[in-house]
Nanobody, 125 residues
Framework: QVHLAESGGGLVQAGGSLRLSCAASGRTFSSYAIGWLRQAPGKEREFVAAIRWSGGSTTYADSVQGRFTISRDNAKNTVYLQMNSLKPEDTAVYYC??????????????????WGQGTQVTVSS
């Protein structure tokens, strides 16, 4: 049973930073990619960033490129999302999700097999 658990959300002022964590368990993730996606009130869920567990290659949405960094800790089976220079428009529920690295669809969609419960990030102006 795959389990993904996010943590690290909260309230921060614009320009501040937060680090989200996604603890993964239940299987070996070496052949998986882990993504962070977010959903703001009244908006569709959108891709934020993703990392291949094996090799560590990363992909970012244009809106967060240069401000957010996704990384993984193999020993802890945890993926992080370091968010710097936060803006009010980054306010959303952030989800981590997993899918096989062999997936051949768009890197930027939300077609993932497993999802966490989400963590709220609120950026005040």
């Amino acid at each position: 049973q795959v389990h993904l658990a996010e943590s690290g959300g909260g309230l921060v002022q614009a320009g501040g930073s937060l680090r989200l964590s996604c603890a993964a368990s239940g299987r070996t993730f070496s052949s998986y990619a882990i993504g962070w996606l977010r959903q703001a009130p009244g908006k569709e869920r959108e891709f934020v960033a993703a990392i291949r567990w094996s090799g560590g290659s990363t992909t970012y949405a244009d809106s967060v490129q240069g401000r957010f960094t996704i990384s993984r800790d193999n020993a802890k089976n945890t993926v992080y999302l370091q968010m710097n220079s936060l803006k009010p428009e980054d306010t959303a529920v952030y989800y981590c999700a997993a899918r096989p690295s062999s997936y051949r669809g768009s890197l930027y969609n939300d077609e993932y097999n497993y999802w966490g419960q989400g963590t709220q990030v609120t950026v005040s102006s």
